[in-house]
T-cell receptor, first 114, second 114 residues
């Protein structure tokens, strides 16, 4: 049973437009969510995160929205740039546990066309 | 800043061979983990450690062993390589008991089992 799902394997957008990447989760114990970006032949790097006590977190061109009742989060990139082309992973954590494990989605490959 | 260093970057093995994937971090992080990433899939946790001398299994531990003798190093051993273990392996670290902090990933080891 996959607890974190990214239902869109790929997304293609035009440079300058908005990119919206979606993530759904099933475990109500998750209370911290992170997005990572991954370029080919590199490891994932942290992009932005959100606590379950918030519904929005913004960092420059990147905004993450959390809808707890729907168990859904989304990453908005505005405006999209060709350098944003990468695989984006959604991850979920449970705070205050001594396991410290993250659960990852399968990723969405974003392509931003010039 | 070295961060998380993985060696080797590439390796080809024959079925039945054994090998050790190395992972070292210089951030004094207690929590370290190993993931594998297969095509079209997310990161699946193999083993993790919350400190020297303490390890535990993730969701896909079969065929792999780990040990943690120092804070810095967390090697992953394949005991008898199988073609199903062909994958890209990522090591990651973060401070223990800080699930609100992102993990820092190495650049991965691409492993092919013939």
């Amino acid at each position: 049973d996959q607890q974190v799902k990214q239902n869109s394997p790929s997304l293609s957008v035009q440079e300058g437009r908005i990119s919206i990447l979606n993530c759904d989760y099933t475990n109500s114990m998750f209370d911290y969510f992170l997005w990572y970006k991954k370029y080919p032949a590199e490891g994932p790097t942290f992009l932005i995160s959100i606590s379950s006590i918030k519904d929005k977190n913004e960092d420059g061109r990147f905004t993450v929205f959390l809808n707890k009742s729907a168990k859904h989060l989304s990453l908005h990139i505005v405006p999209s740039q060709p350098g944003d082309s990468a695989v984006y992973f959604c991850a979920a954590n449970t705070l205050n546990t001594n396991a410290g494990k993250s659960t990852f989605g399968d990723g969405t490959t974003l392509t931003v066309k010039p | 800043n070295a961060g998380v260093t993985q060696t080797p970057k590439f390796q080809v093995l024959k079925t039945g061979q054994s090998m050790t994937l190395q992972c070292a971090q210089d951030m004094n992080h207690e929590y370290m983990s190993w993931y594998r990433q297969d095509p079209g899939m997310g990161l699946r946790l193999i083993h993790y450690s919350v400190g020297a001398g303490i390890t535990d299994q993730g969701e896909v531990p079969n065929g792999y062993n780990v040990s943690r003798s120092t804070t810095e190093d967390f090697p992953l051993r394949l005991l008898s390589a199988a073609p199903s273990q062909t994958s890209v392996y990522f090591c990651a670290s973060r401070p223990y008991d800080r699930e609100d902090q992102p993990q820092h990933f190495g650049d991965g080891t691409r492993l092919s089992i013939l």
